[in-house]
């Protein structure tokens, strides 16, 4: 593999202000609240030891690379949209276009989907080789390209979504990205747990509508807000902690963690939301940066933990009969759950498929195949090609290669309860505001 320097950090443009961070730094300081929010979620029933392990899991990640090609958004919305085969007059389609409310989401979330939030609130600017593949510069994204977030906003033809926190140049038209790296469902754990967040779409939600009252233009309009799709992809924090505690604690907390999912669910719904999105986790005891340690626990016929994976599937469970309660209960809404855990479990199981040689490889490490993740030895010393399928990043994130392949997967609806299509979920049942 290709060797890479990290010695840039001092080379950036713009002079002065600001904090800058190179590799590996950067990630001790980005992925600090992502320690932090694991250590106070495990530290009621944890043993010190099994602390020390979390610590040493989630704060040893750092990054770099993996593949990614822009696409023409315009073609994979037309897609996206559920079009016949044959397409249809140049009127015909504008008159279509005409009709459809303006495309909106708003996404809630923690590093899986920060699109830079973490790195605007802490005022931390992120080097090289974060950024490198599909934006060629950092963006504060834990990845060398884009999230999935990203990947969806391309395919429904609208630009990426803005972090709420951003502020310079931010765009809200299209929705706001409330995610922020190191979050979690549980309230308290993390400076931006769901509930904050919830609260920050609230605020948002009411200054924007506020503006339009008085004559302003506003970011987002009522018909935008009641059109909108909001997503959710956040409890990986909580369940690495809670894979850790004695699994006869499993159930009470998993409960717990299920019914703050619910309850902002309902927040977001009392507020006009109506139609969901939401991701469970993934397969985190495949991920690279718990698999490399030793003495962890038993391991599938796949090399993934299974402990850690079977406590990803019972919240997995859980939350899915969330789902099913509140397309009962929610009156005019639409609830879709989808399998993330089946979508990325599949990179590892079936790997060769995607064409990935090296499951449990990272990107951006040390020491080479098959875990490029050698102990005691942080940053990018083997980086690999931009090209390479290397699905992990740091050993925690994705790359823009397996972001990528992940995306699509959740979007086709193959892994979703109801079986839908993401497209059609946003670009069907559009509720017409009342006079605003």
């Known amino acids: 593999m290709a060797g890479a320097t990290n010695g840039n950090g001092a080379n950036s443009s713009g002079g002065g202000g600001g904090k800058v961070i190179s590799m590996p730094l950067q990630y001790f300081c980005v992925l600090a609240a992502v320690v932090v929010a694991v250590m106070v979620l495990s530290l009621s029933f944890m043993s010190p030891a099994a602390m020390v392990a979390v610590r040493h899991n989630l704060g040893s990640s750092v990054a770099a690379a993996a593949p990614g090609s822009s696409s023409s958004t315009a073609s994979s919305g037309a897609a996206a949209g559920g079009l016949a085969a044959a397409s249809p007059p140049v009127a015909r389609k504008e008159k279509e276009q005409a009709r459809r409310p303006p495309l909106v989401l ?77 979050s979690t469902v549980t309230h308290g754990a993390s400076d931006y747990s769901l509930n904050v967040q919830v609260d920050q779409f609230v605020y948002f939600r009411h200054r924007s509508l506020e503006m339009f009252e008085r004559g302003l233009k506003g970011p987002v309009s009522k018909e935008g807000f009641e059109n909108a799709l909001y997503m959710m992809d956040i409890g990986h924090n909580d369940m690495v902690g809670v894979a850790h505690a004695p699994s006869d604690q499993w159930d009470k907390k998993i409960t717990e963690i299920v019914g703050e999912v619910r309850q902002a669910i309902s927040i977001l719904y009392d507020n ?165």
């Open 272 to 436: 006009g939301a109506r139609k969901f999105w939401i991701h469970g986790t993934g397969a985190l005891g495949c991920l690279p940066a718990l698999v490399v340690q030793e003495n962890k626990g038993e391991k599938d016929k796949h090399g993934c933990l299974a402990g850690v994976n079977r406590a990803a599937k019972a919240y997995n469970r859980k939350l899915s009969q969330l789902c099913d309660d509140l397309r009962f209960h929610l009156k005019g809404a639409t609830v879709v759950y989808t399998d993330m855990f089946a979508i990325k479990y599949d990179f590892v199981a079936n790997h060769t498929k995607y064409g990935i040689e090296w499951p449990f490889m990272v990107c951006c490490g040390n020491g080479g195949p098959p875990y490029n993740m050698e102990q005691g030895k942080p940053g990018c010393g083997d980086l690999c090609p931009p090209e390479a399928k290397v699905v992990s990043w740091d050993g925690v994130h994705f790359t823009d290669f397996g972001s990528g392949l992940a995306a699509k997967l959740a979007m086709s609806g193959e892994y979703s309860k109801p079986r839908v299509k993401l497209a059609s979920l946003i670009h069907g049942g559009s509720r017409k505001a009342s006079d605003s």
């Open 106 to 182: 708003f996404n809630f979330g923690d590093s899986n989907s920060d699109t830079g939030g973490v790195a605007a609130a802490g005022g931390i600017r992120i080097m090289p080789p974060e950024g490198r593949t599909y934006f060629h510069h950092p963006t504060g994204r834990l990845s060398d390209g884009r999230v999935i977030i990203d990947f969806i906003c391309e395919s429904l033809g609208t630009h990426e979504l803005n972090p709420y926190l951003k502020g310079i140049g931010s765009d809200y038209s299209n929705g706001v990205n409330f995610a922020m790296a190191g």
